[in-house]
């Protein structure tokens, strides 16, 4: 799916900041997709874009209102129905990647239908994807992986993507979860594919391309998370990734969700991936580790960080206290 921007974000009624992570994301990676932002009067989050009407956003050219804020449940809310409706009669498509789906709430698809407008479930895909076939694809691709979930994959992706475009790198971000599909306009919720066709779904989002090209796909889940180690296997067949960036938060004790399993270590979590890897790209090879060192003091971090790096030889960042040149320069240059 592919969403039109620019883009009106809808931060609702969110309670506080972190329920507008999803606006806020937008925001931060992609500022030029937003001409504003919507909030109702009990909102509690600011992206600090300006505060529009939805007539207003209208005229500044917006061709989608995105959803940026969960609530419990991932719920559409029945505060939000009226503005919702409001857009699209406006002229904008809506796009959500909230459990509820907009397609399923009648009054929105009659006006969407009666408007000539598209409602975007991003979470749930809406084409049907081929069995794979493991055939080598021209281009380059660069592959997030963890030691659980929810270690940084999705950030360090999209800090390598804007890395690369700052070198001057011919790339795009490939995403495949729900937040990264609304970040960047397009992927697949590789995590709602159908088992079978999760392979297949990541070679159709990173087609044959140019040889100087580079795909980054954001990686899910963990080989060693019990729940979603199903959907990284098929993620990585289906990316024949050249280069692979492992991600890590060092200050767990237990895999998230699952306190009877123990994190792997990183260099038993490289050897894991690399053999999964090697089934689809033999040449497949890490050039980096990308720690989220968010609960650690910065000495400790650093501290940290070297001792990854001495032991495994590769650069070892956190991409948010150091950002990922090395990590970049490392990949051109086992390219190269």
């Known amino acids: 799916m592919e969403l039109q921007k620019p883009y009106l974000l809808f931060l609702g009624d969110a309670a506080d900041p972190l329920a ?3 606006a806020q994301g937008i925001k931060q990676w992609h500022p030029e997709y937003c001409v504003g932002q919507f909030r109702l ?3 509690q989050a600011d992206c600090g874009l300006e ?3 939805i007539e207003a956003a ?3 050219g917006a061709k989608t209102l995105v959803i940026g804020v969960a609530n419990r449940g991932g719920i559409i809310s029945e505060e939000w129905i009226s503005v919702l409706k409001e857009a699209l009669e406006a002229g904008m498509d809506l796009a959500s990647g909230l459990h509820n789906r907009l397609n399923d709430i009648p009054e929105l698809v009659e006006v969407a239908n009666r408007a000539g407008r598209k409602l975007f479930d991003v979470r749930y895909p809406t084409q049907s994807y ?8 021209s281009g380059k691709r660069l592959l997030t992986v963890g030691t659980d979930c929810s270690v940084g994959k999705m950030y360090t992706s999209l800090a390598i993507e804007k890395e690369m475009n700052a070198q001057g790198i011919n790339v795009d971000f490939r995403a495949t979860g729900q937040t990264g599909i609304l970040i960047s306009g397009n992927g697949v919720s590789v995590d709602c594919v159908v088992a079978d066709f999760i392979a297949g779904a990541i070679e159709a989002i990173s087609p044959d391309n140019t040889d100087d090209h580079w795909d980054i796909l954001e ?3 963990s080989l060693f998370h019990p729940s979603f180690a199903g959907v990284t296997t098929g993620l990585i067949h289906g990316s024949q990734a050249d280069a692979l960036v492992l991600c890590h938060e060092p ?3 237990h895999m998230r969700g699952v306190p009877e399993y123990s994190l792997p270590s990183i260099q038993e979590c ?3 991936n690399l053999a999964t890897a090697r089934l689809t790209n033999p040449a497949a090879h890490f050039v980096g580790i990308s720690v989220n060192t968010s609960q650690l003091e910065e000495a400790e971090a650093l501290a940290l960080m070297d001792k990854i790096e001495t032991e495994t030889g590769l650069p070892t960042v956190d991409p948010f206290r150091q950002g990922v040149s090395r990590i970049v320069e490392c990949a051109v240059r086992e390219d190269a």
Not at 130 to 137: E, L, Q, S
């Open 219 to 221: 990686g899910q889940g």
């Open 58 to 60: 209208a005229k500044a």
């Open 270 to 272: 490289m050897a894991a």
């Open 41 to 43: 009067e009990s909102c």
């Open 130 to 137: 081929p069995v794979a076939n493991g055939k080598k694809r």
């Open 20 to 22: 507008a992570k999803v």
């Open 51 to 53: 505060d529009m009407t």
């Open 251 to 253: 200050t767990r004790t």
